[in-house]
């Protein structure tokens, strides 16, 4: 064999799979010998097929040297000598693979030595590599062969690399081994994206199951109880979904009346604020919801804290005019709320491992009395407080002094040490929206916000819909607190709030003449017939209906309808306008309610003007109109248009909110064999008359001509998710980071 040109130099490559978790690896350097021979077993090494760690072009630059090596001049090179120990060992560096990049790296401790004792000292699974471009003497490659066959015997891994062909039966050898390799499956090393997809899968599959919550949710309203608006709907089913996910959950509300199933608990607590022990009495209902996934019960506990301030005609005010004791009424309700996890239910209280879930300004006082009372005095340490915002607009402002004849209050008069945190809530007036107008020296301007104290003080911060969390750090959606929004940016999370997909299903809803589905929407004809009899439209079942459902308010676009009233009714050359039907239900603002009515004498069986609210005739609105405008100014979240795609009944909304979040703009041009979607309504970017009357027009023009369209319009839009079960998960994700971080504020010391 010494006349012939064989493989050029050899080395072990020992793989240890403890060497993959030692510190400080650095890497090898390599470096082809000459410019006519190929280093293989490096390249291999770092991305090659054979060791199965990505394509070998990976590890290679323009160049063709290996990226990241040290470069070694030629004669510094390791080479065979006539020395046989010194042959023995020509070895690379003893390597393995960091599991985080797929890097070569070598064992600490080892170097490009000639000790032939860390060739040999380990005889497990051994891995040879062949270099290309060298010719041995007759004695290294007599003492080669030994070495493979001592390898052979104790079944180590051989591996032939390019650059030598072997003779047949060298070749049976190599696909024997290969073969064997295979059967023990002896597994590529995985890329980086991989082994992490890998490691969460086991870790979600044979962790333990993650603990369950326990969830204390605070909320001036909750539906069936006490509703003005859609807070009520979130506190009643954001409790339900929590609790179908095993949590444990309470809600603690005021006690305006008396409700069905709410019994005393005997359980009392007082409260020093402004000067005077105020007791509040407890009330509790269990409401059982279905089981687990377990087979559990689970429901949640219904809290009424009861007292004499709330048992008012009113939840907030009456005639149009806010109850001068608000401050001392919430301040009470925020006191008594967080008590209740203590001493509520009776037989087993939830304790001080819960997170709170305070809404709007009314509970903004909630993160401030556990933060600088209870942590204070090491209390609820496990404790977190999450404050969800509904609406930007509502700050729940109070002066300070409320009168300029009365004295300044402080955070003694509501029950706390001292005046820590007074500047996360204080808020100061410009002078020209004083109501002196800087003319009373009296007139500081000085008052406190609490939904600013509520943003300032919690754990973590939560909007009803991911667009309006963008929003309120803008300086018109902020209201004037963008900053305050801005600084909290980092635990800052807005979350799509679900609807009652029970309450909400037209295959089995009782107010609406007849069901239907998304596989069959034959019946909702039905529904639009039924509708125009009960008020009294023309039966026309072509023509098409256009709904307006909201509070008669400047911010829902009323006085936006009034303007484009005239040119929807009275028609356009190409007929989209005019035969138009138009349905207006809502109540609010005496002068729009006169515009309701107006409408509704000005075009007699067209337009409809219903002043007031009836649950049944929403029902009955959504089911039978074709389109529902909704032309709001701003949109935290809105309800109507998830009502409406259930339903089957087209949006058309300015782009702004959870409108924006919840509505899919229509595109006539989607490839359905490409996954794409047809969408599910309409936006416009302008909440004025210009961009009412495109988004009115396309949905029309699309109705009245492209019926086919419009029906896989609707098809598409009866099948949109807005279960709260999808919402339930991203608050349970919130909560848990929460739970992970240390409180946002500490007072531990108390400073």
Not at 446 to 475: F, H, N, Q, W
Not at 491 to 505: A, K, M, V
């Amino acid at each position: 064999m010494g006349g012939i040109r064989v493989l050029a130099a050899a080395a072990l490559c020992i793989v240890c799979v403890d060497a993959l978790s030692r510190p400080q690896p650095h890497r090898a350097s390599l470096r082809s010998h000459t410019s006519a021979s190929r280093v293989a077993s490096p390249l291999r090494l770092k991305g090659g097929g054979l060791f199965g760690l990505g394509n070998k072009n990976e590890a290679k630059g323009d160049s063709g040297e290996v990226e990241g090596a040290e470069v070694v001049p030629n004669d510094k090179l390791v080479s065979p000598s006539k020395d046989s120990a010194t042959r023995k060992s020509l070895n690379l560096r003893k390597a393995s693979y960091s599991t985080l990049d797929g890097q070569q790296v070598t064992e600490p401790g080892l170097t490009n030595m000639t000790d032939s004792s860390h060739v040999h000292g380990s005889r497990g699974m051994e891995e040879k590599v062949v270099i290309e471009g060298h010719v041995p003497s007759a004695q290294f490659v007599q003492e080669q062969e030994r070495k493979d066959a001592e390898d052979a015997e104790n079944n180590d891994a051989k591996v032939i690399i390019e650059g030598h062909v072997p003779s047949e039966e060298k070749k049976q050898e190599q696909e024997e081994m290969m073969r064997q390799m295979s059967e023990d499956r002896i597994e590529r090393a995985p890329a980086a994206e991989d082994r992490v997809t890998a490691a969460l899968d086991a870790l979600e599959e044979g962790a333990e199951p993650e603990k369950k919550l326990s969830v204390v949710l605070v909320s001036s309203e909750v539906a069936r109880f006490a509703k003005t608006g859609g807070l009520a709907d979130v506190a009643d089913k954001l409790a339900e979904a929590l609790a179908k996910r095993g949590h444990r959950v309470m809600t603690v509300m005021p006690m305006y009346g008396q409700y069905d199933g709410a019994v005393p608990t005997g359980v009392c607590r007082e409260f020093n604020l402004w000067g005077g022990k105020h007791g509040v009495q407890y009330h509790h209902k269990w409401e059982a919801n279905g089981v687990d996934a377990n087979g559990n019960e689970t429901g949640v506990d219904r809290v009424f804290v009861d007292h004499p301030c709330f048992r008012r005609p009113g939840m907030y005010g009456e005639w149009g005019q806010d109850y001068a004791d608000n401050l001392f009424r919430f301040a009470l309700f925020s006191w008594a709320s967080i008590e209740a996890s203590l001493c509520q239910p009776t037989i087993a209280p939830f304790g001080e491992d819960v997170v709170f879930i305070a809404n709007d300004w009314q509970t903004g006082l909630v993160p401030l009395i556990l933060a600088s009372n209870y942590r204070r005095f090491r209390m609820f340490g496990p404790a977190r407080s999450i404050f969800v915002i509904h609406n930007m607009g509502y700050h729940g402002v109070y002066p300070n002094p409320p009168t300029w004849e009365s004295p300044k209050f402080s955070w003694h008069d509501l029950g706390l040490p001292d005046d820590s945190y007074y500047d996360r809530f204080v808020w100061t007036f410009p002078i020209d929206e004083r109501p002196s107008k800087g003319r009373d020296p009296r007139d500081t301007g000085e008052a406190i916000k609490l939904l600013r104290g509520g943003i300032e003080m919690a754990d973590r911060v939560v909007t009803v819909a991911p667009s309006y969390k963008d929003e309120i750090m803008s300086c018109e959606g902020g209201f004037g607190m963008h900053d305050c929004t801005r600084g909290r940016s980092y635990h800052l999370d807005g979350i799509l709030n679900g609807i009652d997909i029970q309450e909400w299903n037209p295959s089995n809803d009782s107010h609406i003449a007849a069901p239907f589905t998304a596989d069959n929407i034959t019946n909702k004809s039905v529904c639009k017939q039924s509708l125009q009899f009960d008020l009294g439209l023309e039966q026309k079942p072509d023509t098409p209906i256009v709904a307006f459902i909201g509070r008669l308010a400047p911010q829902k676009g009323v006085d936006v309808l009034e303007q484009v009233l005239g040119w929807l009714m009275g028609g356009d050359h190409l007929g989209v306008t005019g035969d138009v039907q138009l349905v207006m239900m809502g109540s609010g603002e005496g002068r729009y309610a006169e515009f309701l009515m107006r409408a509704e004498s000005q075009f007699k069986g067209r337009v409809v003007g219903y002043v007031g609210f009836s649950p049944e005739m929403e029902h009955k609105i959504i089911a039978g109109a074709d389109i529902l405008i909704m032309p709001s100014k701003y949109e935290p979240c809105g309800l109507p248009q998830m009502y409406a795609q259930r339903y089957g009944t087209i949006p058309v909304v300015h782009a702004t909110g959870g409108l924006k979040d919840s509505v899919v703009q229509y595109s006539p041009f989607y490839n359905k064999t490409l996954g794409e979607d047809i969408g599910t309504g309409w936006q416009f970017t302008a909440p004025d008359e210009g961009g009412v009357r495109f988004g009115l027009w396309n949905a029309l023009h699309t109705y009245k001509h492209y019926k086919d369209s419009w029906q896989e319009l609707m098809v598409s839009a009866m099948s949109k998710d807005f279960s709260w079960e999808l919402s339930a998960k991203k608050y349970e994700q919130v909560m848990r980071w929460a739970k992970m971080d240390q409180p946002f504020t500490n007072p531990w010391p108390f400073q």
